[in-house]
């Protein structure tokens, strides 16, 4: 599970994130949702260890991230928006490195299974270069699950997936968070959060403005109640969008 | 329509300027542009603004090397020609920024205008590069003449290759178009210049002067034979256009430059008409030109390197990497696949024991040990290049390395294992190439010595207590880049970006605190091996034994260094806060 204590992170005067705090049980799937500048991106990389917080505690699967980062590392997986692959890597060689990073022993039984799942068995002996995005992003996927990961993170995991693409990345999550995989899901798609999350933490200039089941925060914002998500998001942090302004034809010299 | 042009050029030029000089506010970048200016002024321009100052180091060239250096200088610009019309696959020379297709190309402005407008945005470039480089070639006293006749003269150069280059891929396109693919496009070229080859073989082994009876006797006696050769007709006919280029940057006084720079404009005005009269479809072929550039520019601004057109290759396993050990070694076992097969450890030993057999059979023969002392005089710059060079290209896997931070920060390992892990490919490297050149010097410098047993066993145990520091030396030299990266990386992440004065002026403060962190390092090595090897060498009164104890007693102190480096360079990366470190805008 993940639990978030008080985490504050500043950049000098500014604090990016304030005072935050939220739990995330095994099974359950939190989407981080907020505006451009709410401090998602802070929070989840607070979360998984890339920077430290100013404030507060984090703790991974048991493992207080400041005292153990190693033992809190060794549960989690990160998973950024764009696969940051080796270029000279091929996909099999990429699950090599990555078995011995986390010390996978059996990681040949458990990539085959992984690349099996996800149909890129016959793909071991290519480089990134020769991988569509879809295909880098299953890459990724596999290099991030061969350690059984309990805690997940996903940074707006969708970008660039074709259709196929989308369908596959939503049953993933689904799969992994009914294995008891504890996940953090940021992105802009509200509509890809209200489909695949049980929770929602929403998020305005480093604080939380909202945070609960889907169906809790619904009650605590919807105006009615076919309200969507994204009704609920715009109610919880009041940025409704104005209605775009009417702009009067150029004048064009006379041919 | 013209106007237009010109406003871009000049509007973009101002911009530019003006952004540069608001950016000397912040400290970092106004320290560098003084260290840069400083460095240009005292290296370039003093000796032009006080004349009295005679740049130190200045030597008149002798005439035979003035003409070694118009044959190269033809050479190279015959190599440019046989690049543009054998070797390029380019459709076009045009290059266009992205904002520059998408605004210029759908505009009511003719192919004609287009170009020059490319010609003149070249010119630019052309200009600064010649004023440069006429400096340089006058500091150094090379050429003889003036900065000014070699600024001329690289300009002529310069612009008559810019000329050619993109004349040459006119006719390409156009040579596309009538079905001459660019196989087809080297068979006959390729093939006509093969002909030429064997033709001028045949006729200067006819007419040319014989070659020493016993074979040229070391290098003295081939450069001697080849000035001879080289004046032999037609080769001094075949390189007169090459050589009307470069006459007026080779002229050695104003009355020479004055009649050489007749034929050399007559040749760049030629290219400008042939440049202007081609009527080639241009467009398409450039808007691909401009994407792959804006590709590379891109790449080299996120310090990535640029692969290309050309696909990466796949690249087997440098060695079995087992899931469980030590996680330095996966990095290391990595860094080897980027690097490529050459160094894998297999490949490497074919390759090192290749070339001491070669060295070997030369020291065998006693007819060829002449050639030894070019064999260390060569093997000694690659070594201190390696050395020196290796490292410098370490910051971009640094840098590489910040910026996947987001996905390593996540691995469970501590700071020490990624530092160590990233550094022992380096590392080896270094090693691996400098063991081999060192094992070339022993046996060239034991071969050349072999009649003083001394020497052949001092080169001996003192190749191999050289050897001994090499590692650790290595390490310390790329932990430098390294602390550098993850202390200043502000700065350092400008050092890829091409950015005139203040890139020159930062490399200098880069390049002067390596040394002085260098020496700061191996300073307490020295003295700890020099107190042995002196005592030893007292005591025994042998060089030999008291060099390797020496180097073995400074070797550890060096390898006591490294490891307190990577564990402070461990804790320095543990604590890493990028987003702190590099603020956003």
Request: hydrophobic share 50%; glycine share 8%; with cysteine.
């Amino acid at each position: 599970m993940i639990e978030v204590r008080n985490l504050t992170k500043c950049y000098g005067d500014f604090a990016a994130v304030r005072d935050l705090s939220f739990a995330v049980q095994p099974g359950e799937v939190m989407g981080l949702v907020g505006p451009n500048g709410a401090g998602k991106t802070t929070t989840l990389r607070c979360c998984t260890g890339v920077i430290p917080p100013t404030q507060g505690s984090i703790a991974i699967g048991g493992f207080d991230l400041a005292a153990d980062p190693v033992g809190a590392k060794r549960q989690l997986a990160f998973f950024p928006d764009e696969p940051r692959l080796f270029d000279y890597l091929t996909v099999w060689q990429h699950l090599v490195f990555v078995a011995r990073l986390y010390g996978v022993r059996d990681y040949e039984a458990r990539a085959r299974t992984l690349l099996a799942e996800l149909e890129m068995a016959d793909k071991t002996e290519l480089l990134p270069g020769e991988l569509s995005r879809g295909m880098k992003q299953k890459l990724g996927i596999c290099c991030g699950l061969l350690h059984a990961p309990t805690v997940i993170f996903f940074d707006e995991p969708l970008t660039g997936l074709d259709p196929a693409g989308i369908r596959r990345m939503k049953q993933t999550m689904r799969r992994l968070a009914a294995e008891g995989a504890a996940i953090i899901l940021s992105s802009h798609l509200l509509s890809l959060l209200e489909e695949v999350c049980t929770h929602v933490l929403i998020l305005k200039q480093g604080g939380k403005v909202a945070a609960g089941s889907l169906a809790e925060v619904h009650r605590q914002f919807a105006e009615h109640p076919d309200a969507s998500l994204e009704d609920v998001f715009f109610t919880a942090t009041g940025d409704a969008p104005a209605a775009p302004p009417v702009v009067a034809p150029p004048v064009l010299p006379a041919p | 329509m013209i106007d237009a042009l010109l406003y871009l050029q000049w509007t973009s030029l101002h911009n530019a300027v003006r952004a540069r000089l608001q950016r000397l506010r912040r400290p970092r970048y106004l320290v560098a542009t003084l260290v840069g200016a400083a460095y240009f002024y005292f290296f370039f321009f003093r000796h032009l603004i006080f004349r009295g100052v005679p740049p130190p180091g200045r030597m008149p060239m002798p005439a035979a090397d003035a003409f070694f250096v118009g044959l190269i200088v033809a050479l190279m610009l015959a190599g440019r020609l046989v690049y543009a019309w054998i070797i390029s696959a380019e459709r076009a020379a045009l290059a266009f920024t992205p904002a520059e297709v998408a605004f210029l190309f759908p505009a009511p402005i003719s192919r004609r205008r287009l170009v020059h407008f490319k010609l003149v945005k070249s010119q630019l470039r052309i200009l600064f590069s010649a004023v440069l480089l006429g400096l340089l070639s006058n500091r150094f006293n090379l050429l003889g003449g003036n900065s000014w006749s070699h600024a001329v003269g690289w300009w002529i150069v310069f612009s008559t290759l810019e000329l050619h280059g993109i004349a040459a891929s006119f006719t390409r396109e156009r040579l596309l178009d009538l079905g001459f693919n660019p196989w087809r496009r080297r068979l006959w070229f390729g093939g006509a210049l093969v002909l030429l080859a064997v033709g001028l073989g045949w006729w200067l082994l006819r007419t040319a002067p014989p070659p020493p009876a016993a074979g040229p006797a070391g290098p003295a006696a081939v450069f001697a034979y080849a000035r001879l050769v080289a004046a032999t007709p037609p080769l001094p006919w075949l390189l007169a256009p090459f050589r009307w280029v470069a006459g007026p940057l080779l002229a050695g006084d104003a009355l020479t430059f004055l009649r050489t720079l007749g034929p050399a404009l007559l040749i760049l005005g030629l290219h400008y008409v042939w440049v202007i009269r081609a009527e080639v479809s241009f467009e398409e072929a450039s808007l691909e030109l401009s994407r792959r550039r804006a590709e590379r520019i891109a790449a080299v601004r996120a310090g990535k390197s640029w692969k290309g057109e050309r696909p990466a290759r796949r690249r087997g396993d440098p060695f079995r990497l087992r899931p469980a050990g030590p996680a330095p070694v996966a990095f290391l076992w990595k860094n080897f696949i980027s690097t490529g097969p050459w160094f894998y450890p297999r490949n490497w030993l074919l390759f090192s024991v290749a070339v001491l057999a070669v060295v070997g059979w030369l020291a065998a023969r006693p007819a060829s040990r002449p050639w030894l002392p070019i064999v260390q005089y060569t093997a000694l710059p690659i070594g201190v290049w390696a050395l020196l060079f290796i490292p410098m290209l370490m910051r971009r896997q640094v840098h590489l390395l910040i910026e996947r931070l987001d996905v390593i920060k996540t691995h469970p390992l501590r700071g020490w294992q990624v530092v160590l892990g990233e550094m022992l490919g380096p590392v080896v490297l270094i090693t691996a190439i400098e063991w081999l050149l060192l094992a070339v010097t022993a046996v060239a410098a034991g071969a050349t010595g072999s009649h003083l047993p001394r020497v052949a066993w001092m080169a001996g145990f003192g190749g191999v207590g050289i050897s001994l520091l090499v590692p650790p030396v290595a390490g310390l030299m790329i932990a430098i880049p390294f602390a550098a990266t993850l202390y200043f990386p502000g700065w350092m992440a400008s050092v890829n970006q091409p950015r005139g004065m203040e890139t020159m002026g930062q490399r200098l403060i880069f390049s002067g605190a390596f040394l002085l962190t260098l020496t700061a390092a191996l300073l307490p090595a020295a003295l700890a091996g020099l107190g042995p090897c002196l005592l030893l060498e007292w005591l025994t009164d042998t060089w030999a034994v008291a060099l390797l104890v020496g180097a073995i007693t400074a070797g550890v102190v060096l390898a006591a260094e490294l490891a307190a480096v990577v564990w402070w360079l461990g804790r320095r990366y543990d604590q890493f806060d990028l987003s702190l470190e590099l603020p956003q805008g």
